[in-house]
C-alpha cells in the first residue's frame, strides 16, 4: 500500500533554478508522506508503534482488594495498643496467598497470615506487616516468613502483633490503580514498555497501531568499502548507511543497511528495484550534486510513476548550509517515498535530522515529527557567520542554557559529530551571529 500521496504543495511552479527554502522543502515532504494504514499486532510487536485509537480498562485494577505486604490480616480493634511490652496475641487461622482463593473467615482475636498481593479474606480490617510480629515463634520481632514447605505449622497456632494498625492499613483498595471505564491510553500513544505493561495488565492481548515504518538505507560510491575491510588508494570507510540506518532505528524505524553501490545508474536503480519489496521509505545518500559521477541523480531523474500526477524524484538546491543539494520523490509501482541526500557525511546526517527523521514519525501516524527546540546563549571564540540566505546549522553541545559550536558547517567533521547534542541554526537572514547571543537549538538524541 502506497505510504505517499500526490505531491499537491503549490510549488510546482518552481523552475530548475529555484533555490528552495528548508520550510519549502519540509512542507513539500510531509504534504506527500502520509501515515501507514493501522493494523492489529500483539503487544509485544507492537512495542514502539503508536496507538490508533483510544484504550479504555475494562476490569478494575487491582481488581479486589488485596495485602501491599506480607504479614497478617486482623482486625483493627484486635491489635489497638499493641506494643513489645504488651503484644496482641491472635489466633492463625490459616494463609492466604497470592493466586489461591480457599474461602478463610477472619473473626475476632483472629489473623490470617497474608502474602503480598493476596486478597484481603472477609473479616480482616486491615494488614500488619510480618516485622510487627514475632512471626508466630514466641520471641521478639522477625525480619520475616520461614518458607511454608520448610514451616507450614506457620499457618496456625499463635502470633503476637507488636505494633497497631489504622484501618485498611498495608491494603491496595479495588481499583485504585485504574477503574472499569477509566481510559489507559490515549489513540497517539507511543507504546514503550509502560504502555505494553499496562495493556497486559489489563486483559489486552492485541492492539490497534500504525506499524513501525520500514526504511531502506543505501549510499553510493565506488570508492566506500566496508568496514572490517583494508583500505586501498583512494577508498574510504561507509559510515554515513550506518550512522542512517541507526538514525532510523533511533526515529522508531524498522530500518535495513544495505551495501554501498557503486557509481553505476543501473547498479542502482536495480538495487532500488529489489528494496521496494521491504520499504515504505528509501533514503539514499551520495551522488545528488553537479558532478559527472553523480549516480544518483542519473539514475532517478528521469523515473517516475506513469499512473500517479506528481510522481517521481526531483533534485534541487536548498538555501541551507550543509546539506544544498537534496532529492525527492516517489518510485515504484507503490509509490514509495524516496529522500535522496548528500553524500558527505555531516551533510547527510543533519538533511536526516531536518527531513528524513520528520517522514519516518508523520509515517507513524505522530502528530510532532520535530526535534524538540530551545534557545541558548553562544558560548564561542569567535562569530558565527554564514552566507546572507542560507539557513546553517553547526555541531554543538548544549547544557545549561549555554551552546558551544563543535564543529563547522561544511567539512566532514565526523568526529565532531560524534561529540555533539544539538545543532544551532542560524537563521536565513542572518550573516554573523556575535558570541552571548541567544540563538535557536535543536535537541538531538532527545
Known amino acids: 500500500m502506497s505510504s505517499a500521496a500526490p505531491r499537491v504543495t503549490g510549488h510546482d511552479h518552481v523552475g530548475p533554478g529555484h533555490l528552495w527554502s528548508v520550510d519549502e522543502h519540509l512542507e513539500d515532504i510531509l504534504a506527500t508522506v502520509r501515515p501507514l494504514e493501522p493494523i492489529e499486532l500483539h503487544l509485544l510487536d507492537a512495542q514502539g508503534c503508536v496507538l490508533v485509537e483510544d484504550v479504555t480498562v475494562p476490569v478494575s485494577l487491582p481488581p479486589f482488594d488485596n495485602s501491599s505486604m506480607d504479614g497478617y490480616a486482623v482486625r483493627v480493634a484486635d491489635v489497638a495498643g499493641a506494643s513489645e511490652q504488651f503484644p496482641a496475641a491472635l489466633e492463625v487461622v490459616g494463609d492466604v496467598a497470592a493466586g489461591r482463593a480457599e474461602p478463610l473467615h477472619v473473626g475476632p482475636g483472629q489473623a490470617a497470615r497474608i502474602m503480598t498481593g493476596a486478597p484481603l479474606p472477609p473479616g480482616a480490617e486491615t494488614v500488619v506487616p510480618v516485622e510487627w510480629t514475632d512471626g508466630g515463634l514466641g520471641e521478639g520481632p522477625v525480619h520475616g516468613m520461614r518458607a511454608r514447605s520448610l514451616a507450614p505449622e506457620g499457618a496456625t497456632g499463635t502470633v503476637h502483633v507488636h505494633r497497631p494498625a489504622g484501618p485498611r492499613a498495608h ?183 531536518l527531513f528524513v527523521r520528520p517522514a519516518i514519525r508523520t509515517l507513524m501516524g505522530l502528530d510532532d515529527v520535530h526535534r524538540p527546540t530551545t534557545r541558548a546563549t553562544l558560548v564561542a571564540d569567535k562569530a558565527l557567520t554564514s552566507p546572507k540566505g542560507r539557513r546553517q546549522f553547526l555541531r554543538a553541545t548544549c547544557s545549561r542554557g549555554r551552546v558551544t559550536p563543535v564543529g563547522g558547517a561544511g567539512s566532514h567533521l565526523v568526529a565532531a559529530l560524534a561529540h555533539a547534542d544539538a545543532l544551532i541554526v542560524v537563521p536565513e537572514d542572518t550573516e554573523s551571529v556575535e558570541p552571548g547571543t541567544d540563538v535557536e537549538v535543536v535537541l538531538l538524541g532527545r
Do not use: C, W
Request: proline share 7%.
Open 171 to 353: 491494603v491496595r483498595e479495588k481499583g485504585s490503580d485504574v477503574k472499569a471505564g477509566d481510559r489507559a491510553l490515549e489513540a497517539g500513544t507511543v507504546l514503550g514498555p509502560p504502555q505494553i505493561a499496562l495493556l497486559a495488565a489489563i486483559g489486552r492481548g492485541t492492539v490497534r497501531v500504525r506499524p513501525r515504518p520500514r526504511v531502506v538505507v543505501l549510499s553510493t560510491g565506488s570508492e566506500l568499502v566496508q568496514p572490517d575491510t583494508e583500505l586501498r588508494t583512494g577508498q574510504i570507510y561507509d559510515s554515513n548507511s550506518f550512522a542512517l540506518t541507526a538514525a532510523a532505528r533511533d526515529a522508531g524505524a524498522i530500518a535495513y543497511r544495505v551495501g554501498a553501490v557503486a557509481d553505476d545508474a543501473e547498479t542502482l536503480r536495480s538495487t532500488i528495484e529489489d528494496q521496494l519489496v521491504r520499504a515504505d521509505l528509501v533514503v539514499t545518500t551520495g551522488g545528488v550534486s553537479v558532478g559527472a559521477y553523480d549516480v544518483v541523480k542519473e539514475a532517478l531523474s528521469h523515473v517516475g510513476d506513469e499512473d500517479e500526477p506528481g510522481s517521481g524524484v526531483e533534485f534541487r538546491k536548498l538555501a541551507m548550509q550543509p546539506g544544498k543539494p537534496q532529492g525527492f520523490g516517489s518510485i515504484g509501482p507503490d509509490h514509495t517515498p524516496l529522500l535522496a541526500l548528500p553524500g558527505n557525511p555531516v551533510s547527510s546526517y543533519v538533511s536526516f535530522e
